[in-house]
């Protein structure tokens, strides 16, 4: 018998297609003593994701910078997750949804930042493929005055939480996405078709004239700004109405979408900036990341300057990141578009970074060319 395996088997002009997923999740917990005394960073050694031979080359590790500085200059503590990736393959993808929070002394998790990291290709990242996540805690002043329930015994608890999940996809060749790997439920079926149907609906969202019926316990339960708005003395709460100008209709029927069902329907249909800046918003923080994936993807030498702009702005660091690596890769073309030119006259700070990543990447290019020479 042939042991030969196709990955995709074609009988009679039909065609069968093949994915491997796999997800792993996991809470780790770091227990950092004598904190008040501590100046400088700390590191623990890089961990494997799985154990099994696919995925043994995924690596991560976290760091915690106790007093570092903001971009006010105020000393604050940071945390970076970092992933690794040994033997990349374009074909393999992986995303790591990421949470860093404090532990309280009566195990409450406060201030809690997160964001996903995506792996597209190594070459894309200009320190050759470590991607990572960074974000600011809270200000260490604030941290030293809470010191009873943040820092009990002069020890910082970090709850780091991590999603891992590999996807490796046989593409069709008619090139038509199969959902397989997020298939609608009933539960979202369902919701989706209250909101259509507009029963029971006790709120009303009004963009471009546009009216949205909704139902306050759903839009609650899902964003906590509609929960804010909707539990104190406004005068949406009042009315049950509330009038959106920042957001037009088109991104409303898609936002509002995902708040019933979990799920976009569409990207083409909306600009994902819009609807990027909307999940901010409503800190629908699941919507964010998604449309942060979609970005990704589109990152290009010609919007470069203007992705980086706005990963900058709404904190999306795994965004940010790959804007740096193509802007590094394609500095000259990027220096003539637009968004460059608005760059330099808007954000110095920034423009500040985009030649540190530059400056990384020349010195591992050379690098890399005096070793194979």
Known sequence: MDDHHDDNIQVDGCSLSFITSKSERLIFTWPIRGFSELTTSMSTPFFNFMEEELTDSVKWKVKLIPMDVDGQGNSVVTAQVFIGHKDADPAQGFKVTISIAIRTVDSQEVYKVGSSIYYLARERYPDGGTPSYKATLLPWQELIDNNSSLLPNNILTLVVKLRYSFTEVCVREDGIKDDFLNPPTSLSNDLGEALKMADFTDMTIVCDQKEFHCHKFILAA????????????????????????????????????????????DFNRVSVVDLFKAADRYRLDDLKHLCEEELIERVEASNAADI??????????????????????????????PGWKELIQSDQTLLMEAFDSLARYNTELKNKLEKNA
Not at 222 to 240: C, G
Not at 311 to 325: C, D, I, M, V
């Open 222 to 265: 899902r964003s906590e700004v509609f929960a804010a708005m909707l539990r104190h003395e406004f005068l949406e709460k009042q009315n049950s109405r509330v009038d959106v100008k920042e957001i037009d209709s088109e991104t409303m029927e898609l936002l509002l979408n995902y708040i019933y069902t979990g799920q976009v329907q």
């Open 308 to 337: 980086l702009s706005l990963a900058h702005k709404y904190n999306a660091q795994p965004l940010k990141s790959f804007s740096l690596a193509m802007i590094s890769r394609n500095v000259e073309e990027v220096m003539r578009s």
